[in-house]
């Protein structure tokens, strides 16, 4: 199979709550079809998204985008990383972190592991911001001469975005905002709690942010204008990053020049 050659949607990963209900006999039939396989990494994380949205909430948007792929493209769906590099919002109750060195250390031991196993590229799918250092691993990893990949890339949010009729700039919907509260309204609307219409708060300005926290910036832990949320745009987003994926995973599938 060539770079540019995609297969057919329908052979994706077998959808089960958050965690993929593939037996071994069904990564073994989608790997048959397909000239190297690719594994999607969920990495989400477990932090404060205001008073309405889960602790959850990067990790479900993670795993929403990786359950869009694998239905469109044959890849080995695995199951997320859940905690991630979260110390900017540990000023909030409920907010859980691993430092960079072990997400480091975790995402490299998977990627080691799918190797052996025959696996050869890994897209690493990122619901959090703030995990810096994942682009670091790629970085590191593709040095090596390693197949791996980190989605979505900026400018897949920003195609998704103005397909999606998202009003909020990238830079505005920060945390907790349109493109958050749109997903989880499509993907888990009863897992949201009453609030999001009036919990609109923007903060363009956060130079200090690494230094200060999130706390420096916003009282109720949000930073975007949530009460624009949508499912429909929740849809249209992932349907949108799907599509995105496809230059990915022609990447990933083809030959080096």
Not at 34 to 53: C, D, M, N, T, Y
Request: glycine share 10%.
């Amino acid at each position: 199979m060539s770079g540019s050659e995609i297969p057919p949607a329908g052979s994706g990963a077998v959808r089960h709550g958050l965690v993929p209900g593939d037996t071994t006999e069904d990564v073994r039939t989608r790997g048959a079809g397909v000239s190297r396989q690719v594994a999607v990494l969920p990495v989400g994380s477990f932090e404060q998204h205001g008073p309405f949205l889960p602790l959850a909430t990067d990790t479900l948007v993670a795993c929403a985008v990786a359950r869009e792929i694998a239905d469109t493209y044959p890849v080995h769906l695995l199951p997320p990383v859940t905690i991630s590099c979260s110390h900017e919002h540990a000023a909030w109750p409920g907010t859980v972190s691993i430092s960079s060195v072990t997400l480091h250390a975790v995402v490299r031991d998977i990627a080691e592991s799918l190797r052996r196993s025959g696996v050869e590229a890994l897209v690493l799918v990122n619901g959090h911001g703030g995990n810096y250092v994942l682009g670091n691993v790629v970085q590191e990893s593709s040095a090596r001469g390693e197949r791996m990949a980190l989605f979505p890339a900026t400018e897949d949010w920003e195609t998704a975005r103005e397909r999606a009729g998202v009003h909020t700039s990238l830079l505005t919907d920060m945390h907790a905002g349109e493109i958050e509260t749109s997903i989880l309204l499509h993907t888990h609307p009863e897992l949201i709690r009453p609030g999001h219409e009036s919990a609109d708060f923007v903060a363009d300005d956060r130079r200090h942010l690494l230094g200060l926290g999130m706390s420096a910036y916003t009282d109720s832990g949000v930073i975007g204008r949530p009460s624009l949320g949508d499912a429909e745009k929740g849809k249209a987003l992932l349907a949108s990053l799907a599509e995105s994926f496809g230059a990915h995973f022609s990447l990933l599938l083809g030959d080096p020049e």
